[in-house]
């Protein structure tokens, strides 16, 4: 599986930003395409992720209320909407795709497949 960010950026704190995230290749072999992002000295933390079948999606508490991800089967992209976007979101956002199950599907180790990384940037 091929995945292609898109949609980061610089943005004011309050504001919004929207992340794209196109697969190719064995797309069907996925179980859960999510997103995950590092900060600078960070290690890589979950953010969110939904199920391919089904459309089930699970956030990190950071982020509940404030972001939303959902997908396009018919195109093999998943989105990331972010609102209300704080300091503490500035990361490079990255997507992945892999066959987890429900207990690893917040994790790393859920997934084989990563994009390159798209960077956001929340001024205060």
């Known amino acids: 599986v091929q995945l292609v960010e898109s949609g980061g950026g610089f943005v004011q704190a309050g504001g919004s930003l929207r992340l794209s995230c196109s697969a190719s290749?064995?797309?069907?072999?996925?179980?859960?395409m999510g997103w995950f992002r590092q900060a600078p000295g960070k290690e890589r933390e979950f953010v969110a992720t939904?199920?391919?079948?089904?459309?089930?999606?699970y956030y990190a508490d950071s982020v509940k209320g404030r972001f939303t991800i959902s997908r396009d089967r018919a195109n093999h992209t998943v989105y990331l909407q972010m609102n209300n976007l704080k300091p503490e979101d500035t990361a490079v956002y990255y997507c992945?795709?892999?066959?987890?199950?429900?207990?690893?599907?917040?994790?790393?180790?859920?997934?084989?497949?990563w994009g390159q990384g798209t960077l956001v940037t929340v001024s205060s």
């Open positions: 992945a795709a892999g066959r987890a199950i429900l207990s690893t599907s917040t994790t790393l180790r859920g997934y084989d497949a």
């Open positions: 939904v199920r391919w079948n089904g459309g089930h999606t």
């Open positions: 290749g064995s797309t069907f072999s996925s179980t859960y």
